[in-house]
């Protein structure tokens, strides 16, 4: 049974299962204080989902604490990963990609109008993946605007197939009806899945 954890929590974990940490590293990322950070930490070591090691620091530095994730992929996620690979021997990565974008085109569809302008068809591109457990939003620098997925649900999955990511980017592509060009990823150890319009 999944144990439910509250979003600062989950979030921490995210964060562990990308790479290991220290409690400094997670609050920097997070922009909480360590104190925050420290007490999730020691809760979800408590509970069996992350467990530390105390590394000695090279030089003369004092030791510090490093925090990882250890919580199993849950089994729905391994028949998935199962899934995927026999998909990906059989057909190949690129006729994966063409059929999860499919799937993509169809959960998006409704998104899809005509005249909207940019800004608020990428909002709406936000809203529902905040809907799907993303965490995005849009953000505008430099006179450019971009997508933010600060959290993947499927982040155990997407490590080890990229096909997911890929047909992802060109469904958002196909919505918006412009270019994107993915400047970060939270599966390669990203702090988040970032997209610029381009």
Known sequence: MALLLEGTKEKVLDLLRAKPLTAKEVAAALGVSRAAVQKHLQDLEARGLVRSEVRKCPGRGRPYRLYRAQDGESSYAALCGDVLRGLEEALGKERVVALLLQ????????????????????????????????????????????????????????????????????????????????????ASGGSCCRYRVE
């Open 103 to 186: 799937r993509h085109r169809a959960l998006l569809a409704p998104l899809a109008r005509e005249g909207l302008p940019l800004r608020e068809r990428l909002a709406r591109l936000a809203a529902f993946l905040k809907e799907q457990g993303y965490e995005a939003e849009v953000v505008e620098e430099g006179g450019r605007l971009y997508l933010c997925q600060r959290r993947c649900p499927k982040l155990a999955l997407s490590r080890d197939h990229e096909a997911l990511c890929e047909s992802e980017l060109l469904a958002y592509q196909e919505l918006l009806g412009l270019p994107l060009v993915r400047e970060e990823r939270i």
